[in-house]
């Protein structure tokens, strides 16, 4: 096979991925034309040249041979995301809502990896186009997210993900005759999630319009709100409720609903990933709801809203804020610093490290500590009640040994561009991890990322791309190996 046969699948799926992005943004075209809005022609051309170049692409590989290599699945996995992000930036270009193709690739990576970062001000006077096309751009990337960890990165076993390989595929067989069914059935789950999200936040006293935006992007655990000061814009506790639930139902693995409605209720039960999160929620959130009450910043019950809230945002990654937490005091900046990192459950649209990677490691160091207790004994460790093989082990090793590597790397390049350090490390952790608000005046929850210069831009969006796709499937690209036959 030649070196561009072997590219043309990979062509073949971008393109068509690229031409469906170009049909979803004639949906702010119609917003704005509703609205009266002259940014619908925007909207129009910049999805006309969408569809075409996606279109274009897909007409010129069709023939190519069927299924994808591992090889091949890494490339596409890169090569569609930055191709989505890079269209996906022409709106905030095109309309001047950003002053610069940088501020526009950003806001477009921000969205489409669910991180919440943004570069614009002034939400709460922008068209209604382009605040709708931020709400979509994260819901659309939270369904890729999900479809990517069940179909995609079990196949490539990076960071441990082929422990659910199996799981996903006996769950098709047994549920579903097909996994193109299950990338549907997950598909209408999530519409029928984000709708009811929708409905439940007009019952608490949101605009329709708004309603529909906060929808999309928390059950995506994206956080890009339609105003200026987040959720705290609405200073209403039914509100926060709502997020909270949803934002949680967000960071659950979705194939656990897709079991639910065939009447399987016990794995959402049973399952060893979703009550080790809701554990870790629930001490991290009356951790928060300590340091807001004695610290006299928020007291009693509206202290342990504020404190649930801000928790489950950021250890979501979705990266709403309600209240400046940077003030609780000194403990709260290395609390939230923290809790960034840990992320939700494998298969859902949380991001982070992940739950699962922390039950895999603490397992590892039990079996260790067993062994050396006990040197004649066998001991194994086990997930979901299935024992966990050593190269599962070790892929998760080395995930946390990379995470950490890139980053202290993308820390120190922050730092050395001239941002101070507060700033450098809570604006690396907040890309890698795809949470949002990071700490500190600038990039805090009451700052924003327009004043960063164009090269902490670029730094920071390669961060979200490397965070997002779960690190091994970018950096594997770099590796000369990688591109030989």
Same mark, same amino acid.
């Given at each position: 096979?030649?070196?561009?046969?072997?590219?043309?699948?990979?062509?073949?799926?971008?393109?068509?991925?690229?031409?469906?992005?170009?049909?979803? &943004?004639?949906?702010?075209?119609?917003?704005?034309? %509703?609205?009266?809005?002259?940014?619908?022609?925007?909207?129009?051309?910049?999805?006309?040249?969408?569809?075409?170049?996606?279109?274009?692409?897909?007409?010129?590989?069709?023939?190519?041979?069927?299924?994808?290599?591992?090889?091949?699945?890494?490339?596409?996995?890169?090569?569609?995301?930055?191709?989505?992000?890079?269209?996906? %930036?022409?709106?905030?270009?095109?309309?001047?809502?950003?002053?610069?193709?940088?501020?526009?690739?950003?806001?477009?990576?921000?969205?489409?990896?669910?991180?919440?970062?943004?570069?614009?001000?002034?939400?709460?006077?922008?068209?209604?186009?382009?605040?709708?096309?931020?709400?979509?751009?994260?819901?659309?990337?939270?369904?890729?997210?999900?479809?990517?960890?069940?179909?995609? $990165?079990?196949?490539?076993?990076?960071?441990? &993900?082929?422990?659910?390989?199996?799981?996903?595929?006996?769950?098709?067989?047994?549920?579903?005759?097909?996994?193109?069914?299950?990338?549907?059935?997950?598909?209408?789950?999530?519409?029928?999630?984000?709708?009811?999200?929708?409905?439940?936040?007009?019952?608490?006293?949101?605009?329709?319009?708004?309603?529909?935006?906060?929808? &999309?992007?928390?059950?995506?655990?994206?956080?890009?709100?339609?105003?200026?000061?987040?959720?705290?814009?609405?200073?209403?506790?039914?509100?926060?409720?709502?997020?909270?639930?949803?934002?949680?139902?967000?960071?659950?693995?979705?194939?656990? !609903?897709?079991?639910?409605?065939?009447?399987?209720?016990?794995?959402?039960?049973?399952?060893?990933?979703?009550?080790?999160?809701?554990?870790?929620?629930?001490?991290?959130?009356?951790?928060?709801?300590?340091?807001?009450?004695?610290?006299?910043?928020?007291?009693?019950?509206?202290?342990?809203? !504020?404190?649930?809230?801000?928790?489950?945002?950021?250890?979501?990654?979705?990266? !709403?804020?309600?209240?400046?937490?940077?003030?609780?005091?000194?403990?709260?900046?290395?609390?939230?610093?923290?809790? &960034?990192?840990?992320?939700?459950?494998?298969?859902?649209?949380?991001?982070?490290?992940?739950?699962?990677?922390?039950?895999?490691?603490?397992?590892?160091?039990?079996?260790?500590?067993?062994?050396?207790?006990?040197?004649?004994?066998?001991?194994?460790?086990?997930?979901?009640?299935?024992?966990?093989?050593?190269?599962?082990?070790?892929?998760?090793?080395?995930?946390?040994?990379?995470?950490?590597?890139?980053?202290?790397?993308?820390?120190?390049?922050?730092?050395?561009?001239? $941002?101070?350090?507060?700033?450098?490390?809570?604006?690396?952790?907040?890309?890698?991890?795809?949470?949002?608000?990071?700490?500190?005046?600038?990039?805090?929850?009451?700052?924003?990322?327009?004043?960063?210069?164009?090269?902490?831009?670029?730094?920071?969006?390669?961060?979200?791309?490397?965070?997002?796709?779960?690190?091994?499937?970018?950096?594997?690209?770099?590796?000369?190996?990688?591109?030989?036959?």
């Amino acid at each position: 096979m030649t070196a561009l046969s072997e590219f043309r699948p990979v062509m073949l799926v971008t393109g068509a991925l690229v031409a469906t992005l170009g049909v979803a &943004m004639l949906l702010p075209a119609l917003v704005d034309l %509703a609205a009266d809005n002259n940014d619908w022609m925007i909207f129009a051309s910049a999805g006309m040249v969408t569809i075409l170049f996606g279109f274009g692409l897909f007409i010129a590989n069709r023939g190519a041979p069927k299924g994808l290599s591992t090889r091949q699945a890494m490339l596409m996995t890169v090569v569609s995301w930055v191709a989505l992000v890079a269209f996906g %930036a022409l709106p905030f270009h095109w309309s001047g809502i950003v002053p610069s193709y940088t501020d526009a690739f950003f806001e477009s990576m921000s969205g489409l990896t669910t991180t919440g970062a943004t570069v614009i001000t002034g939400l709460d006077t922008a068209p209604p186009g382009i605040l709708f096309w931020r709400g979509l751009l994260q819901w659309l990337g939270g369904l890729g997210i999900i479809v990517m960890a069940i179909a995609v $990165l079990p196949m490539l076993q990076i960071g441990g &993900m082929q422990l659910f390989k199996a799981e996903a595929f006996d769950t098709a067989e047994k549920i579903l005759p097909r996994a193109t069914q299950i990338s549907t059935s997950i598909t209408l789950v999530f519409i029928a999630i984000t709708g009811v999200c929708a409905i439940a936040y007009l019952a608490v006293g949101m605009a329709a319009d708004d309603a529909l935006i906060h929808a &999309m992007t928390t059950v995506a655990t994206g956080g890009f709100s339609s105003k200026d000061a987040s959720i705290g814009h609405f200073a209403n506790a039914g509100v926060e409720w709502v997020a909270i639930i949803f934002m949680i139902l967000g960071s659950i693995p979705f194939i656990l !609903y897709v079991q639910m409605l065939q009447g399987r209720f016990r794995p959402i039960v049973a399952d060893q990933q979703v009550k080790a999160f809701m554990g870790f929620l629930a001490v991290a959130v009356i951790a928060g709801w300590m340091m807001a009450h004695f610290g006299e910043h928020h007291l009693g019950l509206d202290g342990l809203r !504020y404190a649930a809230f801000n928790v489950i945002s950021i250890v979501t990654g979705t990266g !709403y804020s309600s209240t400046d937490y940077g003030q609780w005091g000194a403990h709260s900046v290395a609390f939230f610093f923290i809790i &960034m990192f840990v992320g939700g459950c494998a298969g859902s649209t949380s991001c982070g490290i992940k739950i699962f990677r922390f039950q895999v490691f603490f397992e590892a160091v039990r079996q260790h500590i067993a062994q050396v207790m006990y040197p004649h004994g066998v001991f194994r460790a086990h997930f979901n009640g299935k024992p966990i093989e050593q190269r599962v082990i070790a892929s998760v090793m080395s995930f946390f040994f990379l995470f950490m590597t890139s980053f202290v790397v993308l820390a120190m390049l922050l730092r050395l561009s001239g $941002l101070d350090t507060i700033t450098s490390l809570s604006g690396a952790g907040t890309a890698l991890a795809n949470v949002g608000p990071g700490l500190g005046d600038i990039i805090g929850p009451a700052g924003n990322f327009q004043p960063l210069s164009d090269v902490q831009k670029w730094l920071l969006s390669a961060g979200m791309l490397l965070g997002r796709l779960e690190l091994f499937t970018v950096l594997v690209l770099l590796l000369p190996r990688f591109w030989r036959s």
